[in-house]
């Protein structure tokens, strides 16, 4: 089977701005701030939370904010930051604006190029955990969704939750739960299929901190139970309970729309813990 190329993430904070902007202006790696992906190009070590926030005007009406902003981010007020994540610049992904009126009412209109496979952009909607909450204290998390990536034969994206614990890159683990797939692959290998929250996930390994579960079929909505994923991978040995939740972000990895503009878009979003 043929491997979709996903590109690695990579994470500048606000302390690391001058180095974000040397680093982008030359074209050179690729940067991110929160996002998605597998495989290639330098970075510099996170140090604290708080990714660059950019607003944007004017912007289209109907909409309480819109960003065209390679970083461009929102702070909704309910929570959740709202992020442009064109956070593959090595791979020079295309135009793409966010608009949003909350972390349930938000769309972004991408235009990638034709037959790329590379991950390129991560729109998604983003909770920080202050403090960070260790795995086992939860007696439930779960999120519901409704998105609509209006695919065409020429999309390559998929629909993912996108989570961190124990920090980022280099220290964190990250964990992915696809829910509406067109046309990706996850990197690894599929070790297992799944059963929990009453839903059947194909488990794909890369390595001791990246896991990514399919969801056996494609649902552009639905409810995802994040704890009993979390749980499972407990009891294979690959988390622990004293493990910390740092972040959980949903969205679109986007490869292609065919060299054309994409609308994609979350008509409802969820998350709840206790």
């Known amino acids: 089977m ?5 590109a690695e993430k990579h994470w500048f904070w606000l302390a690391g701005l001058a180095a974000v902007l040397v680093a982008t202006a030359g074209c050179g790696t690729a940067a991110q701030v929160s996002s998605s992906g597998q495989k290639s190009a330098p970075s510099s070590t996170p140090p604290s939370p708080g990714p660059i926030r950019t607003s944007q005007a004017p912007r289209p009406a109907g909409w309480a904010w819109c960003s065209s902003g390679r970083l461009g981010l929102w702070d909704t007020g309910q929570g959740f930051d709202l992020f442009n994540n064109e956070w593959n610049v090595g791979f020079d992904p295309g135009p793409q604006q966010i608009c949003g009126n909350s972390d349930g009412d938000w769309q972004v209109t991408s235009t990638q190029r034709s037959g790329n ?15 960070r909450k260790a795995l086992g204290s939860f007696s439930s998390l779960t999120s519901s969704y409704a998105e609509s990536m209006h ?15 124990n920090g980022f890159k280099k220290t964190g683990t990250e964990v992915m739960f696809w829910v509406d797939n067109h046309g990706q692959t996850p990197a690894g290998s599929m070790v297992a299929t799944v059963t929990f929250g009453g839903l059947t996930w194909d488990f794909y390994m890369k390595n001791s901190r990246y896991y990514t579960f399919v969801l056996d079929h494609n649902a552009p909505a639905g409810t995802v139970d994040l704890l009993a994923g979390f749980k499972y991978l407990m009891s294979v040995g690959d988390l622990s309970a004293s493990d910390k939740l740092w972040q959980v972000n949903f969205g679109w990895e986007i490869c292609s ?18």
């Open 2 to 6: 043929f491997l979709k190329h996903r």
């Open 117 to 131: 496979t590379a991950v390129l952009t991560y729109p998604s909607i983003q909770r920080n955990y202050h403090p």
């Open 151 to 165: 695919a065409t034969a020429g999309t390559d994206a998929e629909a993912a939750y996108d989570i961190w614990i």
């Open 257 to 274: 729309t065919a060299d054309a503009p994409e609308t994609f878009t979350i008509s409802s979003y969820t998350l709840a813990s206790s």
